[in-house]
C-alpha cells in the first residue's frame, strides 16, 4: 500500500464509535493521521469536508477472509477491483487468502503476491499456505514467509486433513508469533456433497456435507490446541455444534478464535429450494437453528469476528447445474449492511425484497436484534485488526497499519463512515467487483457505507470509489 495522506479532510456531524465508546464529534485528518476528535473541532485551512450528519464513524472495517483470485483467477477478480468492493464496504483492509494459482505457499509467492497489492486503495495483507500446495502433506516454510510480514496462515478452501501434519503445524507456528487458520471440514464426511444434509437436501434430492464434518474438525483442532498449546482461528463456522465447541474451549482458556460470514448469520439452506447456485457456498448454508446459534455466538462473542469470504466467480461458472457450480458469494461491498440487519435491527426494520416485505429464510424466524452497533463494529474492525496482527502501526507487508483505531489524535486516519439509516436494493451489476455472485442481489438493505478513508485518503465519498 503506498503513502497517502498528503492533504487534511475533516469528517463532520457523526458519531464517533470505536472500542473506546461512542460519543458525538468531528474528526480532522492530516498527513494520514487523525489531528483532532471533539465538537466543531477547527480543521486546517482549505481541508475537504466530508458529510458524516446522521452516520456513525468508525474505524475502518478488516476483512480476515478475502479471495482476491490474483494471481490464476483474474476472470473473477483481480487486487485492484477487490480492493475497490472492499473500500466500498467501509473495508481499510483484507487478508488476502493463499487459494491463488500457484498458491502462496513460499517465499517468492509471498513477494509476488505483496507486489500485486502495491497501490491498492486498501491494505491488502497476504495469508500464506499450512502446507506446500495447499496438498496437506509437507509443511510449507511459515519462518520464510513470517519474516516477509506474513502473519495468517491457512490452507483455506481445504482444511488440513491429517492430524499430525496440523500438530507439527500448530508446534511450529507457535514461537513465530503467527496465527493458523483452519478451514474445518472432514473431507471423508464431506465428500460428494453440495449442501448441507439435512431436511432440505433430502426433499431437493441434493447430496449434502452434514454439519459433523465442520463439528468432527472444530474437536480434533481444539484437542490439538490444547495437546501443543498453539494459537488456532476457525474460519467462517457455521454450525451451532462448532459454536458451543468453541465457547466451551474459550472458557477453559485456549487461545483459539473464531469467525462468521454475513452470510450464515442470515441465510439458511432453505433458500436452496430454488436450486440457484448463487446459494451454494462452502460450509454450506445451514439449517435455522444452525443459523440462531452462530448468530448468538457473534452477539456473546464466542464468535469473534465477521469476516466476508468474498468469493468472486465468473458468470458462466455460477450458471452451470447446481451440482456442479462452484461454491462461494462475493461479500465486501453487502457485508455490513447485511450483518447490520442481522445482528442489529428487529426484523420489521430488516428490509427483504425491494419494496416487499421480509422474505422467508431472510431472518424472517427471529424477531429480536442480538447486538448493539458497536459491537458488530468490533466484530468488523478492531477484533479483526488484532487477530491479523493489523492493529500496530507500521502493519504487515509495508503497509501503513494502525487498522481497528481508536479515532483518536495520533491514530492512523482508517476511518468507516456508515448511514445507520439508508435504504438501497443491491444491484451487483453496479458493484466494483469483477463477479456478480451475491445472493443479495435484488434485496433491499439497511445500512449504507457513505464515506471510506483509508491512512487519510478519501477513497470512498458518498458511496462512490474515488480511483
Not at 406 to 429: E, I, K, M, N, Y
Amino acid at each position: 500500500m503506498s503513502e497517502r495522506g498528503t492533504g487534511a479532510l475533516v469528517v463532520r456531524g457523526g458519531t464517533v464509535v470505536d472500542a473506546t465508546g461512542e460519543r458525538r464529534a468531528d474528526v480532522v485528518v492530516d498527513a494520514g493521521r487523525i489531528v483532532g476528535v471533539g465538537p466543531s473541532v477547527a480543521a486546517p485551512s482549505g481541508a475537504r469536508v466530508l458529510d458524516a450528519s446522521g452516520c456513525v464513524v468508525s474505524p475502518g472495517l478488516v476483512d480476515l477472509h478475502a479471495h482476491l483470485r490474483e494471481p490464476g483467477g483474474e476472470a473473477a477478480e483481480t487486487v485492484e477491483s477487490g480492493a475497490r468492493a472492499a473500500a466500498r464496504g467501509g473495508f481499510s483492509a483484507v487478508v488476502a487468502m493463499p487459494n491463488t494459482e500457484p498458491p502462496v505457499d513460499c517465499a517468492a509467492a509471498v513477494r509476488a503476491a505483496q507486489s500485486l497489492a502495491v497501490g491498492a486503495c486498501v491494505e491488502v495483507a497476504v495469508a500464506g499456505s499450512i502446507t506446500v500446495g495447499r496438498a496437506g502433506v509437507q509443511l510449507a516454510p511459515l519462518a520464510e514467509m513470517a519474516a516477509l510480514g506474513v502473519r495468517i496462515f491457512t490452507d483455506d478452501g481445504l482444511g488440513v486433513q491429517h492430524s499430525g501434519v496440523m500438530r507439527r503445524a500448530l508446534e511450529y507456528a507457535r514461537p513465530l508469533g503467527v496465527v493458523l487458520a483452519q478451514h474445518c471440514e472432514d473431507e471423508a464426511l464431506a465428500a460428494g456433497g453440495s449442501m448441507n444434509e439435512g431436511e432440505w437436501s433430502s426433499l431437493l434430492g441434493i447430496p449434502g456435507r452434514p454439519a459433523a464434518a465442520e463439528e468432527a474438525m472444530v474437536a480434533r483442532d481444539l484437542a490439538l490446541v490444547r495437546l501443543t498449546g498453539g494459537r488456532l482461528h476457525f474460519l467462517h463456522l457455521s454450525s451451532g455444534r462448532s459454536v458451543a465447541l468453541v465457547r466451551e474451549a474459550r472458557a477453559s482458556g485456549l487461545a483459539v478464535t473464531a469467525e462468521a460470514t454475513p452470510h450464515h448469520l442470515c441465510l439458511s439452506d432453505s433458500e436452496l429450494r430454488g436450486y440457484d447456485p448463487v446459494y451454494k457456498v462452502n460450509p454450506p448454508l445451514r439449517s435455522a437453528r444452525d443459523v440462531a446459534a452462530v448468530r448468538e455466538g457473534v452477539a456473546d462473542g464466542t464468535v469473534d469476528a465477521v469476516a466476508t469470504d468474498h468469493a468472486p466467480h465468473p458468470r458462466e461458472s455460477k450458471d452451470e447445474p447446481f451440482e456442479s457450480a462452484p461454491p462461494g458469494m462475493i461479500g465486501l461491498e453487502t457485508a455490513l449492511s447485511v450483518a447490520y440487519g442481522a445482528l442489529c435491527l428487529p426484523s420489521a426494520e430488516r428490509g427483504g425484497p425491494a419494496g416487499g416485505p421480509v422474505a422467508p429464510g431472510w431472518l424472517a424466524d427471529d424477531a429480536s436484534p442480538r447486538l448493539a452497533l458497536a459491537g458488530l463494529l468490533g466484530a468488523l474492525s478492531w477484533r479483526p485488526a488484532r487477530i491479523a496482527g493489523l492493529d500496530a502501526p507500521g502493519g504487515t507487508d509495508g503497509g501503513r497499519g494502525g487498522h481497528g483505531g481508536p479515532v483518536a489524535p495520533g491514530s492512523v486516519a482508517h476511518l468507516c463512515v456508515f448511514d445507520t439509516a439508508a435504504r438501497w436494493t443491491v444491484d451487483a451489476a453496479s458493484g466494483s467487483s469483477r463477479s456478480a455472485n451475491t445472493p443479495f442481489a435484488g434485496r433491499e438493505l439497511v445500512g449504507r457505507v457513505r464515506h471510506t478513508v483509508v491512512a487519510g485518503e478519501a477513497v470512498v465519498v458518498d458511496g462512490e470509489a474515488q480511483r
